[in-house]
């Protein structure tokens, strides 16, 4: 059985940090490209951040650059996604994805070519 699993989720102030974790089970991790992605009532996810199979290459939106930072331990098939310096607009509820990628070093921004979701972890950042 697959499963995503985020938790670290929580309520913070303005210019906090928080860590947010994604432990999967039931897929074969170090061949899956992996993401985060955000929504808020009445609006579409968007991507936050995605990370290749291989842990080595990374991309993230614009509003993410030098303020969160993803990351894959093949050893615990486990995505991080650490949120510095968090912004009130950051609120919403995380998703991490997963999809088999061909390409060690490809990673998707678009939600449609991921087949594995987790539940969401809420995060809540207060001004």
């Known amino acids: 059985q697959v499963q995503l699993v985020e938790s670290g989720g929580g309520l913070v102030q303005a210019g906090g940090s928080l860590r947010v974790s994604c432990v999967t089970s039931?897929?074969?991790?170090?061949?899956?490209?992996m993401a985060w992605f955000r929504q808020t009532p009445g609006k579409d996810r968007e991507f936050v951040a995605g990370?290749?199979?291989?842990?080595?290459?990374?991309s993230y939106t614009d509003s993410a650059k030098g303020r969160f930072t993803i990351s894959k331990d093949n050893t615990k098939n486990t995505m991080y996604l650490q949120m510095n310096n968090l912004e009130p607009e950051d609120t919403a509820v995380y998703f991490c994805?997963?999809?088999?990628?061909?390409?060690?070093?490809?990673?998707?921004?678009?939600?449609?070519?991921?087949?594995?979701w987790g539940q969401g972890t809420q995060v809540t950042v207060s001004s």
């Open positions: 994805a997963a999809t088999f990628a061909a390409l060690p070093e490809l990673i998707l921004t678009t939600q449609r070519y991921y087949d594995r």
């Open positions: 039931g897929i074969a991790f170090s061949q899956h490209a």
């Open positions: 990370v290749s199979r291989s842990g080595i290459s990374t």
